[in-house]
């Protein structure tokens, strides 16, 4: 069997790859999370992966809390450029693949057409400095890697789905931003199109999202239509939203959509769109 080290394991992609990966016949995931494997750590890193032999890391662990991260900046960089510096450095020594992750917020947001993976990064958000800065030092260390960036995640885990959800259990009514346009992307999704990738030596940076785009009050709208919710959805602006939150709010792109370009120029990967993912993510839920 092939090894597959993933990494941060109990977060939402982890836990899809998992699910992809169940069963098979040829790879075994080797699961790790902050627990057992501290992906800042390069001398627990390099002595884990020497010893483990895998065919390839999955590094699915990060610090995703983007508003954390504005103020937790050292934290920040350790796991989102630190972390998958260490990896890359293992992985070469190891002479395995480097599957990474990233995310729409390398991109400023100011665009109006979809970013491809030929556009320049420009991050405005800590969060987003941190994951390019762990992207340069995957170029830099990893000799075999993948770059998968991807945006809007929902899976088995925290996030914007679930929250909404539970929100429509005790209110009537929700605010929510109606100008941040992007691309909803389930995690199992996520995980067929890396597991796709990985046995192949298509390396390089790839733009990963569901197809389609919508902004985050009408993605809420579709969430209630689906789930059979009556609560109704109020648009605001990022402007109105930000004046009313409590606590410091990252800069989110206004316009986060990534074209799945590399994808289509080189593989006959398809996404699903969105609706159609979030409809299966409900029903499964
Ligand atoms: N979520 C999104 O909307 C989104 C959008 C675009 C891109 N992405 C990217 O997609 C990838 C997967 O995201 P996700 O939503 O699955 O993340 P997630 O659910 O937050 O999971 C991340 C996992 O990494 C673990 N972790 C944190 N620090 C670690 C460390 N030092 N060493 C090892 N593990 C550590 C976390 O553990 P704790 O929970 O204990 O901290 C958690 O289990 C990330 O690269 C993320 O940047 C996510």
Known sequence: MKKLIVTGANGQLGRAINQVYAGSSEYECVNTDVQDLDITKIDAVLRY?????????????????VNV????????????AIGPRNLSIAASRAGAKLMHVS???????????????F????????????????E?????FAKDYFIVRTA????????????????SETHDRVTVVGDQ??????????????ASLLPTDNFGVFHGTCEGITNWADFTREIYRLAGKTTEVITVTSEEYEKNAAGVVAPRPAYSVLENYMLKLTTNHMFSDWEKAIAEYIRNM
């Not at 992966?49 to 699915?60: G, L, M, Q, R, S």
């Not at 885990?157 to 909404?164: A, I, L, Q, Y």
């Open 49 to 65: 992966v020497d010893e483990v032999k895998p065919y390839a890391i999955i590094n699915c662990a990060a610090h995703t809390n």
């Open 69 to 80: 991260c504005e103020t937790d900046v050292d934290n920040a960089y350790r796991i989102n």
């Open 103 to 117: 995310t729409d917020y390398v991109f400023d947001g100011h665009a109006s057409v979809p970013y491809t993976e």
């Open 119 to 134: 556009d320049m990064p420009n991050p405005e958000a800590v969060y987003g400095k941190t994951k390019l800065a762990g």
């Open 136 to 140: 340069q030092f995957v170029k830099e």
């Open 152 to 167: 809007w995640l929902y899976g088995d885990g925290k996030n914007f789905v679930k929250t909404m959800l539970s929100l």
């Open 181 to 194: 346009f992007g691309s909803p992307t389930s995690a199992s999704e996520l995980a067929k199109a890396i």
